[in-house]
């Protein structure tokens, strides 16, 4: 227990060092319209070079950051980022970016947002902003009040993880989503599970319903694809489309790939 609490110490001290010396990167997970495999945006992703240990994956210092109270500097470093990245991208292209529940507690996330969008110059409308039900769970009126704020910015607000939580149904109707995210674990058994079929199927009519578009995480093979087609999903990511890219990669796709490289 006390050697992992010296690492745990360490990795923070490390991260602190980190977020102010340029060891982050992002990656970006290209997103495409089921329908016709055009590109619509991407998912903005932190990684941490580290410069002994390699590459560290988010689930390693995400909870040591909103731990440590590092999670809003480690933050503003990924939405300013992302947003000035996505600034120089067609206009028909978007950007995701993950907010901690923590946002919403503390860090003028409205503040925080506006500022970003006035210094990269980005539409507002082409950020979209992915929090968890948790969000909800722990002050659903503050969160509400800070969506709607965020709402009258301009950017669209997705719900992350669908289908994991409790209340998410009534959290839907009430709340300003634009969209929602099946989790990747309803992907995992697709092939060979109908449960898991009908439940995809249903969380797409459900967000037709509300006028949500509904976007399927882990797509990794040709019949995860071939069955969301047949459900009308809107869209898609997974390693199957492609991997997360470096900015580098990211943009080479973007200009040579083409509009229709999942069809």
Known sequence: ?????????????????AIKHGELRLHFQPRYRIADGQMVGAEALVRWQH???????????IPI?????????????????ACNCAAQWPNSLFVSINLSPIEFRQGNLIERIQQTLHDSGIDPARVELEITESVMLEDAAGALEVMRTLKRLGVRISMDDFGTGYSSLSYLREFP???LKIDRSFL????????DKAIVQAIVGLGRALSLTVTAEGIETAEHLRLLKAVSCDEGQGYYLSRPLE?????????????????
């Open 247 to 263: 900015i580098g990669a990211f943009n080479a796709l973007v200009e040579h790939a083409g509009a229709k490289s999942i069809v």
């Open 65 to 81: 950051a909103e731990e440590s109270g590092l999670i809003l500097a480690l933050s503003n470093w990924v939405i300013n980022t």
């Open 177 to 179: 989503f634009d969209g």
């Open 51 to 61: 410069p002994v240990r390699g590459l560290i994956p988010p689930d390693t210092f």
């Open 1 to 17: 227990m006390n050697a992992r609490i010296i690492e745990r110490r360490r990795l923070e001290s490390d991260l602190r060092y």
């Open 188 to 195: 995992s058994r697709l092939v060979e599970s109908e449960d």
